[in-house]
């Protein structure tokens, strides 16, 4: 039951262009299948553009007050309100607020749960495809409620930072059951890569910790008790929610929304004077100066996705593409880190740049318990010589890593809007 050729485009803009522009193909059994050049790409052009078949904001991020949209993930304060917040300055306000993109005037809540969407379109392409069976209505805040006791069991074995959610699964759930065409949306996500059952062990383990086994039990109690369905029955018996979860673990690739990044991209590409550049440079940098000291890293609305071309995307160490988000909402836009000649494979790093730059040793060690596959890409194969040892940095940072709060390193790159 797996998903056609035509269905792999069907989420791109503009698929016909992307189909002549991409193909995908198999490449052998440990690999699985590719993206692939159809003709030359030059450096800095933009491969594609795709939608998520599902995608959920994390639940720490949610509950820390990011405000997103629930069906696009497009950050709804303003850029003013976002930068007040994160800075901890209230008075706050930025020069050139005009730059700033969130409309306020078209936000609407749905009218039984209140939750937020950035436009009417939204609210209905949500209700169109899963929230008549995720609405809580007036039972939003009620802790007894089974949807609301699975996100606080998920919350309690899931810590920030967070790489997938709980809710990522219910909405595949809530597709289907909303959906008159069952079977087409089996079929779509059949398509995403599948797992042994010692690999889909192996990611429980890595998201929910040393007591996976229990933590896993629990939150398929609960997400049967919440969700059950007849035509999915094959998902709520144990080894098949272990197949859902490995599912989301392996490919959700991460989302991240800022309007405060987007208004600082407007500044950077608006024509000004040398002095009022300067001064609006040197603005700039001390609010990001406060908002480090205030907040850290935590500055976007976070939430992952399954995107089912983007999932065609092997790994390199040394990509010829990457992922960003650059409208401020779930739009996944593929781009060309260099040219790419036809028939050239298209890849992307699931390593951040940091990484990337670390010894082949190290970038295995990563990748193999994150991804559950060893590389062979060019830059590791050039490499192999090399010792498996890691650098005194390395180990020092590793060694702070194992005594951090266990089961929280499952991640897809969250890609910088």
Request: glycine letters at 6%; hydrophobic letters at 35%; a negative charge.
């Amino acid at each position: 039951m797996a998903a056609s050729l035509d269905d792999m485009f069907s989420l791109c803009v503009d698929p016909g262009k992307v189909a002549s522009c991409v193909d995908v193909r198999f490449i052998d059994n440990i690999k699985g299948k590719g993206l692939f050049a159809r003709r030359s790409i030059k450096k800095g052009e933009t491969i594609f553009v795709e939608r998520p078949l599902v995608s959920a904001q994390f639940l720490w991020n949610t509950l820390y007050k990011y405000k997103a949209c629930e069906y696009c993930l497009r950050a709804l304060e303003t850029a003013e309100e976002n930068a007040r917040r994160l800075s901890g300055i209230p008075g706050l306000s930025l020069p050139h607020p005009e730059l700033c993109r969130v409309r306020p005037e078209l936000h609407q809540a749905c009218p039984q749960c209140q939750v937020m969407y950035c436009s009417s379109e939204c609210r209905q392409a949500a209700a169109d495809q899963y929230h008549q069976v995720l609405c809580l209505g007036s039972s939003q805040e009620d802790p007894d409620h089974p949807i609301n006791k699975l996100k606080d069991a998920w919350r309690s074995m899931h810590y920030p930072p967070e790489t997938s959610s709980i809710m990522l699964m219910a909405r595949m759930v809530a597709n289907v059951k909303q959906a008159k065409d069952k079977e087409h949306w089996q079929k779509l996500f059949s398509h995403f890569c599948n797992r042994t059952a010692n690999e889909e062990e192996e990611i429980a383990h890595k998201l929910l910790g040393e007591k996976f086994r229990g933590q896993l039990a629990l939150l398929h109690s609960l997400f049967k008790a919440a969700l059950y369905d007849e035509h999915l029955s094959r998902w709520f018996v144990p080894e098949g929610f272990r197949s859902l979860f490995a599912l989301v673990g392996t490919n959700g690739q991460g989302i991240g929304t800022s309007s405060l990044s987007q208004w600082v991209h407007a500044c950077d590409a608006f024509e000004l004077p040398a002095q009022q550049r300067e001064q609006l440079d040197s603005f700039i940098d001390q609010l990001y100066k406060d908002i480090e000291k205030e907040t850290g890293d935590f500055l976007n609305c976070e939430g992952s996705g399954l995107f089912l071309l983007q999932s065609s995307c092997n790994h390199s160490c040394i990509p010829n593409a990457e992922a960003s988000f650059p409208d401020n909402n779930f739009l996944l836009h593929l781009s060309a880190l260099s040219d790419i000649n036809p028939g050239e494979e298209i890849c992307i790093s699931y390593l951040d740049c940091c990484q990337r730059d670390r010894s082949r040793h190290s970038r295995h060690k990563i990748l193999r318990e994150n991804y559950l596959f060893v590389c062979s890409c060019p830059k590791c194969i050039s490499q192999m010589d090399e010792l498996d040892v890691t650098s005194e940095e390395e180990e020092e940072e590793e060694g702070e890593a194992e005594g951090e709060t266990e089961g929280d390193e499952m991640e897809d790159e969250m890609t910088d809007v």
